[in-house]
């Protein structure tokens, strides 16, 4: 291994060490598309692998939406695992169909199919940790894309080191890291891996960020754009764990009872609270009836507009109502 990969391998290594994300003899499933970013991050943990006794496995996830290259990923893959000794476990299924179904993008039933299979089959397979290869890029342009969305203090955490979901840990051990210093590490190193032609289209936000929008703000602002925006999560992370504390003594000072998919909340209590605090109490709410629920900006003027009267009422989003009377505060699935 050169020298600069050698440096890159223990910059990672002491990361590693200091978020004691991992455990020695611990089972890690590698999240893989076998493009750049997922292949670096699994040749890096392989050559850290045996000195901390890590068994690692692949975990691939075929969209079905290149055809023939979607095939050719997943041989990829499997071909890497195989060379490299470890287990492979491939998942597919129609992004397309499920997106109809749902009425989700593309890019959100994707995401929630691939993220259910890893999850299933870290379950099956006994791993306690999924490990997924998002760099500083991918969370500059999370933080970048959120903000045009008109994001609060939560959007802007950006994506989550660490995270539980199911029983099983979930790391993104690369966020330090940039794109270009993992493609100058598999161009030294001489490591194949495949490029995905779906990631030069325009048709999803998240690459017009990538290609027009964090370009022209480089160019133009501030070449070190990726930076700046990648600290934003690490400098709101206090200050929205204080804002969560608040919320969950809000929420157990004011809740009232839950009974199937009704919440009543105590409105008297629910009133005294700043705005933000009922926001997040009510978004709270939604989630705990719907988790693909949420509260916009808009629907949360409807429901503030409404917080003066003796009596209110307003639909939100996913069949879900908000009323006011004059003890309570209900919200509920009408299906």
Known sequence: MSQQSQGLLLRLEEHLRERRFFKAHQKILVACSGGPDSVALFHLLRSLAAEHFWELGLVHFNHQLRSGDAQKDERFVKGLARKCGVPFFRGTGSVKRQAKKTKAS????????????????????????????????????????RVLQGTGLRGLQGIREKFTKGRVTWVRPLLTFTKKELLAHLSRERIPFRLDKSNDSSEFV?????????????????????????????????????????EERGWKKTLKKVRGKKIELRRPVFLKFPPALQFRIVEKALKKLDKQSGLSFEAWERVRQGLGRSRYRCSLPKDIDFTLTSKNVTIYKKR
């Open 206 to 246: 998240r690459n017009r960020i990538r290609r027009e929008l964090i370009p022209g703000l480089q160019r133009d602002f501030n070449p070190r754009v990726i930076e700046a925006l990648s600290r934003i999560p690490a400098i709101v992370a206090g200050e929205s764990a204080l804002v969560a504390e608040l």
């Open 106 to 145: 593309i890019e959100e039933a994707a995401r929630q199919m691939r993220y259910d299979f890893f999850l299933r089959t870290a379950r099956k397979e006994k791993f306690k940790t999924v490990v997924l290869a998002h760099t500083r890029d991918d969370q500059a342009e999370t933080v970048l894309m």
